[in-house]
T-cell receptor, first 113, second 116 residues
Framework: EPEVTQTPSHQVTQMGQEVILRCVPI?????FYWYRQILGQKVEFLVS????????KSEIFDDQFSVERPDGSNFTLKIRSTKLEDSAMYFC???????????FGPGTRLTVL | AQKVTQAQTEISVVEKEDVTLDCVYE???????LFWYKQPPSGELVFLIR??????QNEISGRYSWNFQKSTSSFNFTITASQVVDSAVYFC?????????????FGTGTRLTVIP
């Protein structure tokens, strides 16, 4: 069964460093998403992406964040200058259509020291 | 205001007991979608069910069943004859078609512990 994959599973970085989180969505899906879950809290929407552009973004997704689909398979989330409060689990998700079930990847745990 | 409320923060049951997880949602859209996801200790989010606002028929899948009631804006989830493997955090989520997007609004989750 096709699934969303994410790398790395765990990333440790120093405050102020740039990180890139990678995702490979399900191959025939067209809509891609990033969500964040701070430890012990609820899952929060960051951004949605379709047709090589951002469809919608939340207040959390400020200028420090960017997303890209650099090729036909990868979908990346970049945090330009990490802060302590960026420490969280980051989930990538994809869906086939706009109003459709989103399937989530296993997540990348980001730890900012 | 919270779009999705899961009032039960933690529930513990003994194996083989039935348990119901509550979810109350809030939306002004007439077309919306409700979801349940399971997050086991390993951390991934596993899709369980999707329901659209026009389909109030209850659903059963093995030991799982869902009760959708628009009159009370609730979408409750029942596990029958619980097992230790059911121990996880369960999230209810809402997607509103009227926004033109598909971002999910998650509740705060209910941590279910099934005691052997």
């Amino acid at each position: 069964e096709p699934e969303v994959t994410q790398t790395p599973s765990h990333q440790v970085t120093q405050m102020g460093q740039e990180v890139i989180l990678r995702c490979v969505p399900i191959s025939n899906h067209l809509y891609f998403y990033w969500y964040r879950q701070i430890l012990g809290q609820k899952v929060e929407f960051l951004v949605s992406f379709y047709n090589n552009e951002i469809s919608e973004k939340s207040e959390i997704f400020d200028d420090q964040f960017s997303v890209e689909r650099p090729d036909g398979s990868n979908f990346t989330l970049k945090i330009r200058s990490t802060k302590l409060e960026d420490s969280a689990m980051y989930f990538c998700a994809s869906s086939k259509e706009l109003v459709d079930t989103q399937y989530f990847g296993p997540g990348t745990r980001l730890t900012v020291l | 205001a919270q779009k999705v409320t899961q009032a039960q923060t933690e529930i513990s049951v003994v194996e083989k007991e039935d348990v119901t997880l509550d979810c109350v949602y809030e939306t002004r859209d007439t077309t919306y979608y409700l979801f349940w996801y399971k997050q086991p200790p390993s951390g991934e989010l596993v899709f369980l069910i999707r329901r659209n606002s026009f389909d109030e028929q209850n659903e059963i899948s093995g030991r799982y069943s869902w009760n959708f009631q628009k009159s009370t804006s609730s979408f409750n989830f029942t596990i029958t004859a619980s097992q230790v493997v059911d121990s996880a955090v369960y999230f209810c989520a809402l997607s509103e078609k009227g926004t033109g997007a598909n971002n999910l609004f998650f509740g705060t989750g209910t941590r279910l512990t099934v005691i052997p």
